[in-house]
């Protein structure tokens, strides 16, 4: 009895979660203009208007783009800290570690308030370089914890032996610890892209409409009446997310990465 209670209750928490996505789908595919559901005609025009017109391939342009590298930026920062981290092993290294969790710490709107009266003063407001430093530095916290557990996994005998082989501290690194760290690497540079395309509040504060990202590109469209294809665009985001930690569970042990216990 207890198990089926149990299965009961993981069942009843999935369908609460598959269903927002079920009733967008659905709207995604209906040949009707206006949002409705469940679809009484069936239509994929609304994905195909989503790539194909220019209105929703430019912004959908410079999200990948701004994701590529903020998602870069986020990395090296992640990794650089890392390793001089890892070389002091001090308490002076652990205060800048938890500086470098602050971003996630703080209201989203005070992170985007504070980059907006930044860049206006550095007068870059409404460049598309200022969306990509942003991201990249507000969103560097993922990696850092991830890369973190990369170096925490490293053997000390590992750095030895190469020492004792006469490699360099050059070598070592490139050698030895990045191979060693790379999955943690990959691992947050997938994660900071992924919430880089899907950022609004930050994108809309730094740029404003100067650089049309795909989710101010959906709050301009909702503004002036729902349409359909902001299901599909919605929908896009959803099967890029899905997509993108498929593909690095294929490579990576993704779970264990981010931190899970195997017993």
Known sequence: MTGLLKRLFIWTIAAGLILPFAVVFGVSINAESNIAFPPTEFSGRWYIMLLTESDWLIPIGNSFTI????????????????????RLNSGFGRAIFALGIGPFLLPPIIIAMGASVFWAEAGWYGRMEAT?????????????????????????????????????PRQTFTKVILPLVAPYVVTGYVLVAIISVNEYLISYMVSGFA?????????????????PVVASAAMGFAFITVLSLLALSMVTDLLKLLGARRD
Do not use: K, Q
């Open 67 to 86: 994701a590529f590298f903020a998602a870069l930026i986020a990395v090296s920062i992640a990794l650089a800290a890392n390793y001089v981290l890892w």
């Open 211 to 227: 650089v049309e990202t795909l989710p101010i590109r959906i709050f301009n469209n909702v503004r002036y009446g729902y349409s």
């Open 132 to 168: 990509i430093i942003s991201h990249g530095v507000f969103f560097v916290t993922l990696p850092l914890v991830v890369i973190s557990r990369g170096f925490a996994a490293l053997s000390d005998d590992v750095i030895d032996a190469s020492r004792i082989m006469g490699a360099t």
